[in-house]
């Protein structure tokens, strides 16, 4: 296995300097060196992705969550903006407060999934591609936080009556069963909330991996990953 010289210290969150000298990918990926640096770009990933869902215009504004939005509700606001574009932007805000709410259901549970990386989970981040970190986090913790958030975007989407709103808007148009399947003639409440919250959540996964990518040169660089 290729072997990666580390000639500059590391320094942790802790303030603790650490040097190491010529060792294997093995030993870094097993040693508590290696496990520490990558929690430690999660963590500062988790953190942006953070402040920026409890700020509603930062969130409105970035173009990562953006491109997290589920294909079903693209569609839909493409139709609505031939016919209310007023009421997309509306329905974005009601999103964006929504957001806010979640923050603190989320956080923990990434948090923890980060804490519970292992040697083998590591292995896999230095031998793969910039954004492997992210992709893992996501494979342990996608389901999980689309079913916890999703009772509150509902609860918070039912409280600022968009669902009804958007099936006014689209009422007599015919176009919903062609964007959401079958034959059907309104968005329910449970399925807006769903897409919503795959948005949040997918979003928040772009702005961790778009973080780990920006920083894996500096904080990634003396394991190898340049």
Same mark, same amino acid.
């Given at each position: 296995?290729?072997? *990666?010289?580390?000639? %500059? %210290?590391?320094?942790?969150?802790?303030?603790?300097?650490?040097?190491?000298?010529?060792?294997?990918?093995?030993?870094?990926?097993?040693?508590?060196?290696?496990?520490?640096?990558?929690?430690?770009?999660?963590?500062?990933?988790?953190?942006?992705?953070?402040?920026?869902?409890?700020?509603?215009?930062?969130?409105?504004?970035?173009?990562?969550?953006?491109?997290?939005?589920?294909?079903?509700?693209?569609?839909?606001?493409?139709?609505?903006?031939? &016919?209310?574009?007023?009421?997309?932007?509306?329905?974005?805000?009601?999103?964006?407060?929504?957001?806010?709410?979640?923050?603190? &259901?989320?956080?923990? &549970?990434?948090?923890?999934?980060?804490?519970?990386?292992?040697?083998?989970?590591?292995?896999?981040?230095?031998?793969? /591609?910039?954004?492997?970190?992210?992709? #893992?986090?996501? /494979?342990?913790?996608?389901?999980?936080?689309?079913?916890?958030?999703?009772?509150?975007? /509902?609860?918070?989407?039912?409280? *600022?009556?968009?669902?009804?709103?958007?099936?006014?808007?689209?009422?007599?148009?015919?176009?919903?069963?062609?964007?959401?399947? +079958?034959?059907?003639?309104?968005?329910?409440?449970?399925?807006?909330?769903?897409?919503?919250?795959?948005?949040?959540?997918? +979003?928040?996964?772009? &702005?961790?991996?778009?973080?780990? #990518? /920006?920083?894996?040169?500096?904080?990634?660089?003396?394991?190898?990953?340049?």
């Amino acid at each position: 296995m290729k072997k *990666y010289i580390i000639a %500059a %210290a590391l320094i942790l969150g802790t303030g603790i300097v650490i040097t190491t000298s010529v060792q294997s990918c093995t030993t870094l990926a097993t040693s508590d060196v290696g496990l520490a640096v990558i929690k430690r770009v999660l963590l500062g990933g988790i953190n942006k992705g953070a402040n920026i869902y409890g700020n509603k215009d930062a969130f409105m504004q970035n173009d990562l969550i953006d491109k997290a939005l589920p294909k079903e509700l693209r569609d839909i606001n493409a139709t609505l903006e031939k &016919i209310a574009p007023s009421l997309v932007q509306k329905e974005k805000q009601y999103i964006a407060e929504a957001a806010a709410y979640t923050v603190n &259901i989320s956080k923990p &549970i990434l948090e923890s999934a980060v804490n519970s990386l292992n040697a083998q989970d590591v292995t896999r981040i230095l031998q793969g /591609e910039k954004g492997t970190a992210t992709l #893992i986090l996501k /494979e342990k913790t996608q389901t999980q936080l689309i079913q916890a958030i999703a009772p509150r975007v /509902e609860q918070e989407l039912n409280k *600022y009556g968009i669902v009804k709103t958007i099936n006014t808007a689209l009422s007599g148009s015919n176009l919903l069963g062609s964007l959401l399947g +079958g034959n059907k003639t309104s968005v329910n409440s449970g399925g807006l909330s769903t897409l919503a919250s795959e948005q949040l959540v997918n +979003g928040m996964f772009n &702005i961790i991996q778009d973080y780990e #990518i /920006e920083n894996s040169k500096s904080l990634l660089g003396p394991l190898g990953k340049q």
